[in-house]
């Protein structure tokens, strides 16, 4: 079992900034394939970014390509989204997730094994 702890979400004007992170103690983080979702009211889940294990490579959405920086630090367990430029169609509740697979789609939800409990962001216009 996985558990994963995120922290960084709130509320935030229109091009500002914000710093999600998910912690995944107890484990060997650098073995898991890390990603975040999102999910707005009555939207479907979707995909943000996703980092592979063992520095495998880093990939994001096209809707937040250019805005968001995901990087993981596996000294500390710990994964960080960096989102700047917030526009408020960016308003949701984000997810991290954790994949222990050999192969998984970073895009499919399906696919990950893990998730956090959630943490909501909210950008004000």
């Known amino acids: 079992q996985v558990y994963l702890v995120e922290s960084g979400g709130g509320l935030v004007q229109a091009g500002g900034s914000l710093r999600l992170s998910c912690a995944a103690p107890?484990?060997?983080?650098?073995?898991?394939?890390m990603g975040w979702f999102r999910q707005a009211p009555g939207k479907e889940r979707e995909f943000v970014a996703a980092?592979?294990?063992?520095?495998?490579?880093?990939y994001s959405a096209d809707s937040v390509k250019g805005r968001v920086t995901i990087s993981r630090d596996n000294a500390k367990n710990t994964m960080y989204l960096q989102m700047n430029s917030l526009k408020p169609e960016d308003t949701a509740v984000y997810y991290c997730?954790?994949?222990?697979?050999?192969?998984?789609?970073?895009?499919?939800?399906?696919?990950?094994?893990?998730w956090g409990q959630g943490t909501q962001v909210t950008v004000s216009s």
């Open positions: 997730v954790a994949s222990a697979r050999t192969f998984y789609r970073i895009t499919h939800y399906g696919d990950y094994d893990y």
């Open positions: 107890g484990r060997t983080f650098s073995s898991l394939g």
């Open positions: 980092t592979r294990r063992n520095g495998g490579g880093t």
